[in-house]
């Protein structure tokens, strides 16, 4: 069993940059390997992902030496990427492969399982050195390679693992669930969960932030200062109230744990949907809506997967 677990990562600056140049080298390396596959399979010929790599390599140190700044991998892999590409297409199973536009494609590259290292909260690129990520390898098992990506400004590294294949377990008896008012939700074996007064807690810190805000006076240190230190927002009109979607989550997927079997699925990592869990997702909603109820004058509003309650 394979998995994979998508990381962020926290290069500097200069990190970034030597990222942007191997992604742009992978970039480069696709386009002129599929706009010779094109020319050689016009001329009747037969083109090989291994053909290419060989032609590209005799050229290379004349055509090509900033080629060289970045991994290997950044060059090698598109040779690879493009006879997949082709195969899946003369299958019928894929589009024919396009030309990659340096405005419209993701930022990308790969690295074999011998070119990087993971350790502890680190990545190992060659010609580059150690990048920081943002977690631990979740899954432990032989890594078979990583393939780093840029989305918007923040870079990614996505990391497949080999796993031994999981042991069935047997699953628990199905779990009624009721959503009401009163409580956020009743199970059909008797447990209640008890709702959680998030918007009137919010509410409340919100009032109390605006007293301190308006006491200050205007243009005073003390005014300027208060919008930057916790307690008091620098936005009256938008309060972080992560706790009621964040306990609708939670309880479903404590309720998915508990009554149908297995352990949770890591955050990042896609499973296949069950009648169960669109029940639990449909519950989630139908929690989060009852919240929001409850003021006229308030919505729901995300960032960057945070939740926040903005006051109109």
């Known amino acids: 069993m394979i998995r994979a677990h998508k990381i962020r990562l926290h290069p500097t600056s200069e990190q970034a940059n030597a990222l942007a140049r191997a992604a742009e080298v992978a970039r480069f390396v696709w386009n002129w390997a599929l706009a010779e596959w094109n020319?050689?399979?016009?001329?009747?010929?037969?083109?090989?992902?291994?053909?290419?790599?060989?032609?590209?390599?005799?050229?290379?140190?004349?055509?090509?030496p900033w080629t060289w700044d970045v991994?290997?991998?950044?060059?090698?892999?598109?040779?690879?990427?493009?006879?997949?590409?082709?195969?899946a297409f003369f299958e019928g199973k894929a589009h024919r492969p396009k030309f990659k536009s340096k405005k419209r494609s993701k930022p990308s590259f790969y690295l074999a399982n011998d070119q990087c290292k993971i350790r502890d909260h680190r990545l190992w690129v060659p010609k580059l050195g150690w990048v920081n990520m943002a977690e631990h390898l979740r899954f432990q098992g032989r890594v078979l390679g990583a393939r780093i990506t840029r989305t918007a400004e923040w870079w990614f590294v996505s990391i497949q693992v080999e796993l031994p294949d999981s042991i069935p377990m047997e699953k628990a008896a199905a779990v009624g669930i009721d959503v009401g008012l009163n409580r956020l939700a009743t199970l059909s074996t008797g447990e209640q969960v008890e709702n959680q007064a998030f918007l009137t807690?919010?509410?409340?810190?919100?009032?109390?932030?605006?007293?301190?805000?308006?006491?200050?006076?205007?243009?005073?240190?003390?005014?300027?200062?208060?919008?930057?230190?916790?307690?008091?927002?620098?936005?009256?009109?938008?309060?972080?109230?992560?706790?009621?979607?964040?306990?609708?989550?939670?309880?479903?997927?404590?309720?998915?744990?508990?009554?149908r079997g297995g352990e949770p699925a890591p955050q990042g990592i896609a499973q296949k949907p069950t009648p169960g869990s669109r029940v639990l997702r449909r519950f989630a909603r139908h929690a989060r809506a009852s919240a929001g109820s409850q003021s006229h004058s308030t919505r729901w509003t995300g960032d960057q997967g945070r939740p926040f309650l903005s006051f109109q």
């Not at 590209?56 to 055509?63: D, K, M, T």
């Not at 409340?204 to 008091?232: M, W």
């Open 71 to 87: 991994t290997k991998n950044a060059s090698d892999q598109p040779f690879l990427d493009v006879g997949k590409a082709f195969t």
């Open 201 to 259: 807690t919010t509410l409340k810190k919100l009032r109390q932030a605006n007293k301190r805000l308006h006491r200050r006076k205007v243009g005073s240190r003390e005014s300027g200062q208060s919008a930057q230190k916790g307690g008091t927002p620098a936005r009256p009109d938008r309060v972080l109230a992560p706790g009621c979607p964040s306990e609708a989550h939670n309880q479903a997927g404590r309720e998915l744990r508990d009554h």
């Open 39 to 64: 020319r050689q399979y016009e001329a009747q010929e037969q083109p090989t992902a291994l053909k290419l790599k060989k032609q590209f390599n005799a050229i290379r140190r004349a055509s090509f």
